[in-house]
T-cell receptor, first 113, second 114 residues
Framework: AQSVSQHNHHVILSEAASLELGCNYSYGGTVNLFWYVQYPGQHLQLLLKYFSGDPLVKGIKGFEAEFIKSKFSFNLRKPSVQWSDTAEYFC???????????FGTGTRLQVFP | GAGVSQSPRYKVAKRGQDVALRCDPISGHVSLFWYQQALGQGPEFLTY????????KSGLPSDRFFAERPEGSVSTLKIQRTQQEDSAVYLC????????????FGSGTRLTVV
């Protein structure tokens, strides 16, 4: 079955620290990849997406993600986090044969000043 | 509208009660999706409409769940004879064109069955 794994359930960082959140998926075919963010009390918002081309994708607010096909991974990175990055982050996969998003369980990020 | 609007924002239902959750997608958005997000989990796909046609309902957990979008805009998710395991946040999302470009999500309806 198709699945998405986010190994870090809860990450705590100080401001200016670097961030990397892991995401691995299991699906043999071509996929589109997404990271969504949910700030406290708000709806899910798209951070960045990959569907073809350069495997290093840049998104909003200084986030980027790298698609490594051989590792079935799409890790999210940010060189220097801010307190305002405190949120829950969801990795999601969309097999090209469908319109469904398959989400991971999410990673809760807390950034302390 | 400016975003995807869902109502009610919160719903408390007694076990066995029927509920109806409403979604107003962004005007002109062809595709509409319903997801269920249990506490501590990621959203899980329930069903998908393209205009008024329900193209995929494979994620609906039982025949107590029913969704409709009769005029290709507003959608309603109905849950009959609610049970405690139905407690979750129900998210609606819409998309103008190809879903691979990403959806816009609403804020969700938090359903608590007591």
């Amino acid at each position: 079955a198709q699945s998405v794994s986010q190994h870090n359930h809860h990450v705590i960082l100080s401001e200016a620290a670097s961030l990397e959140l892991g995401c691995n998926y299991s699906y043999g075919g071509t996929v589109n990849l997404f990271w969504y963010v949910q700030y406290p009390g708000q709806h899910l918002q798209l951070l960045l997406k990959y569907f073809s081309g350069d495997p290093l994708v840049k998104g909003i607010k200084g986030f980027e993600a790298e698609f490594i096909k051989s590792k079935f991974s799409f890790n999210l990175r940010k060189p220097s986090v801010q307190w305002s990055d405190t949120a829950e982050y969801f990795c999601a996969v969309m097999p090209q044969s469908t319109d469904k998003l398959i989400f991971g369980t999410g990673t809760r990020l807390q950034v302390f000043p | 509208g400016a975003g995807v609007s869902q109502s009610p924002r919160y719903k408390v239902a007694k076990r066995g009660q029927d509920v109806a959750l409403r979604c107003d997608p962004i005007s002109g958005h062809v595709s509409l999706f319903w997801y269920q997000q249990a506490l501590g989990q990621g959203p899980e796909f329930l069903t998908y409409f393209q205009n008024e046609a329900q193209l995929d309902k494979s994620g609906l957990p039982s025949d107590r769940f029913f969704a409709e979008r009769p005029e290709g805009s507003v959608s309603t998710l109905k849950i009959q004879r609610t049970q405690q395991e139905d407690s979750a946040v129900y998210l609606c999302a819409s998309s103008l064109g190809p879903s691979r470009l990403g959806y816009t999500f609403g804020s969700g309806t938090r359903l608590t069955v007591v």
